[in-house]
């Protein structure tokens, strides 16, 4: 049998999300220490995946300038102790072919975090989802869950 844990958090702002953000990479740091790891974010458009993720970055790689990487679909950040990978799915749809970037040797070198990762046709073992929903009036729902 498979145990997973699950947490959920409520989001006032984009600053709360960004906090939940950086809290999390930490956590993800205690438990990976200075080994990659993979991160799914789920959520629709405007949900605030830029805004966890700038905040994750925030701890991970100290002094990176996170935008989102729609257009250029990875983003690198290495001023951090590993690598951070920041990838946009959504131009690529239900049919993302990651292999003509590169996709596993990103995922083997270094901590990814994927928006749309919905769009990933199998994400790698020991993957951490985080789900982000826009409830309204600037309030977010964020469920973490480890495998």
Excluded at 99 to 120: K, Q, T
Excluded at 123 to 135: L, M, S, Y
Aim: aromatic share 10%; glycine share 10%.
């Amino acid at each position: 049998m498979r145990i997973t844990e699950r947490q959920v958090y409520t989001s006032l702002s984009v600053d709360e999300t960004e906090a939940l953000g950086a809290s999390f990479a930490e956590e993800m740091v205690k438990r990976f220490g200075k080994r990659p790891f993979f991160v799914r974010l789920e959520g629709s458009l405007g949900a605030g995946k830029t805004a966890f993720t700038r905040g994750a970055a925030s701890v991970l790689s100290p002094g990176s300038r996170v935008k989102s990487p729609s257009y250029t679909i990875v983003n690198e950040y290495r001023l951090g102790d590993i690598p951070l990978f920041h990838f946009d799915l959504y131009r690529l749809g239900e049919d993302a072919d990651l292999s003509d970037i590169g996709f596993s040797e990103y995922v083997d070198g270094g901590r990814c975090i994927v928006e749309w990762s919905e769009y990933l046709k199998d994400a790698p073992e020991g993957a951490v989802t985080v789900k982000i929903t826009a409830d309204g009036d600037g309030r977010r729902t964020i469920e973490i869950i480890y495998p």
